[in-house]
Each structure stands twice: as C-alpha cells, then as structure tokens.
C-alpha cells in the first residue's frame, strides 16, 4: 500500500498516511481539525530488464560513417636508437 503525505494548511503539521488505493483522502487535520492536502513529490524509478540502455538494442555491425582506427596507427612510429659501448 502507498504511503501518502499530508500538510495542513492551517498549523503546517506534516504527517505521514497508509492508505490503499480505494480509500478516500484524508480532509481533516488530525492535530487542529483543520483543512489538509496532499503533499506530492518525485517517485524513484527503477528500470529492471533489457531494453533501457541504447546499447541494448545496438547491433554487431558499427555504421559505415564511423572510421575504426587502431592504436598503432595512431601513434606515429618511433626509430629504436641503439647504444654502442666503446671497448
């Protein structure tokens, strides 16, 4: 069963109700007796199984527009200097 938030519009007295579904809302302050209304904020969402990521539905193939480049191409080509010792 959800749980509901109240603030009254009176005394500013913020409580916390269960209630289900088919129950009416609560109208009346149970602090002064006055007026109250429900209090709304952000829901948390979790989103469980496949689907939710784009790379979910991403196929094999990489599209023609993108250009594969591999790490030795990248990198310019570096001579390898040898030593010679003196005897």
């Keep these: 069963m959800p749980t509901y938030e109240y603030l009254c519009n009176e005394c500013e007295h913020a409580f916390e109700v269960v209630q289900s579904f088919s129950e009416a809302a609560i109208e009346i302050c149970p602090k002064c007796g006055g007026e109250v209304r429900k209090v709304y904020n952000n829901v948390g969402i979790v989103f469980k199984g496949s689907g939710f990521y784009k790379t979910d539905s991403r196929s094999s193939e990489k599209p023609k527009s993108e250009k594969v480049v591999s790490k030795t191409e990248s990198k310019?080509?570096?001579?390898?200097?040898?030593?010679v010792d003196p005897k």
């Design 76 to 83: 310019p080509e570096k001579k390898a200097e040898k030593k």
